[in-house]
């Protein structure tokens, strides 16, 4: 199972993963005990998953380590100012455990996907959608993707095992973009 929701708590996760989006509000009207959730799930889990399999990596000499970001990492998003935060902070953890960690045969990378069809970007569009559209607006945003299309997360997941794989080994501290071809 790549991906698992927990709807009664608006926790999405996998075995490695934790992400919540938290309340869609303005900055300015955003409550405090809200923020520090956003930022608790998705930057203290990361944090804590780093402090826990490094050692065990540099221990056995080698590792890979793949975070998730989000195009959040690189972008803002208006009304969800904390999430997109949270998704740099993701990100700048993942390149300071990458140089601090390089010379022990260990590689720190994020995966940064742009839009996901998953059911915690249905939750954010249908807080977004204006009009109550969703359709409409999963429609627009679509077309505004050079591919035309969100990514399917099996498509997220084969980038995660290239990045946890052999395969690269001469890449750390990137935050990779999938996101069809925007921001290109």
């Not at 930057?43 to 890979?64: E, N, Y």
Request: with cysteine.
């Amino acid at each position: 199972e790549i991906y698992r929701c927990d709807w009664s708590s608006d926790v999405c996760s996998s075995d490695l993963n934790a992400a919540w989006q938290g309340p869609i509000h303005n900055l300015v009207d955003y409550p405090e005990a809200m923020f520090d959730k956003v930022m608790d799930i998705n930057v203290k889990g990361v944090f804590l998953g780093l402090q826990h399999v490094l050692p065990v990596m540099m221990a056995q000499g080698k590792g890979a380590v793949v975070n998730t970001g989000s195009l959040g990492s690189y972008v803002g998003t208006r009304a969800l100012g904390p999430y997109t935060a949270s998704k740099h902070a993701v990100l700048g953890l993942t390149k300071t455990a990458a140089l601090e960690v390089a010379r022990k045969g260990i590689r720190v990378n994020a995966v940064c996907p742009g839009p996901v069809d998953t059911p915690l970007l249905r939750a954010i569009e249908a807080g977004q959608a204006k009009d109550g559209d969703i359709e409409r607006l999963r429609a627009q945003r679509a077309a505004s993707i050079p591919d035309g299309r969100y990514a399917q997360p099996e498509e997220v997941a084969q980038l995660m095992v290239y990045l946890a794989s052999d395969l690269a080994s001469h890449v750390t501290g990137q935050g990779i973009q999938i996101n069809g071809g925007s921001h290109a």
